[in-house]
């Protein structure tokens, strides 16, 4: 009996310490309505947030940064192909390379969903990213929901995005 109580304090203290966590990482980005995000798509077309605000009947977006280079962002990508086909997704890949460079990685790695190159830096220094991966979810309304640094789950984000478009004002 002792031995299930240490347990369920030490599940307790690490689901604590984590929440914690999550909280100081997302200090500082973006809350209320969202950063402008506006850019080329890697095949040229414009790609924004209010545009995909704005054709999609009312769904909640998606907002994904990430890396090449990131390890954990590469875990990601699969969940980040299977949500952008059924939620509106807007993926900026940062510190990246040129569009081409992104495209080329993307193509390697069997994966196929909207990005924006971010060369200068910009559209993230707009959103205060200080690390990749990073999430939002942004509201029918263009309200950030919910902001996720670190590994996300398909899951995860799915059960964000249904929170954010049953629940917006």
Not at 67 to 76: L, M, P, Q, R, Y
Not at 79 to 102: F, K, M, N
Not at 142 to 163: D, K, M, P, Q, S
Request: with cysteine; net charge neutral; charged share 20%.
């Amino acid at each position: 009996m002792l031995e299930a109580l240490y347990i369920i304090a030490f599940v307790v203290a690490g689901t604590t310490l984590i929440a914690i966590v999550q909280l100081w990482q997302a200090r500082g980005l973006p809350e209320g309505p969202a950063p402008a995000l506006a850019g080329a798509g890697l095949d040229g077309r414009p790609a924004s947030l209010a545009r995909a605000l704005a054709e999609n009947g009312g769904k909640p977006v998606l907002i994904a940064f990430w890396a090449t280079w990131c390890e954990a962002c590469k875990f990601e990508d699969g969940s980040l192909e299977a949500l952008a086909r059924d939620w509106p997704t807007l993926t900026v890949a940062i510190q990246s390379g040129e569009p081409d460079t992104v495209a080329r990685h993307l193509k390697d790695r069997g994966r196929d969903f909207p990005a924006i190159a971010d060369i200068d830096g910009r559209i993230a220094e707009a959103w205060k990213i200080r690390g990749v991966p990073t999430h939002f979810i942004v509201d029918p309304q263009g309200n950030v929901r919910f902001r996720i640094v670190g590994f996300a789950t398909e899951w995860g984000l799915r059960a964000r995005l249904w929170w954010a478009g049953r629940f917006s004002d």
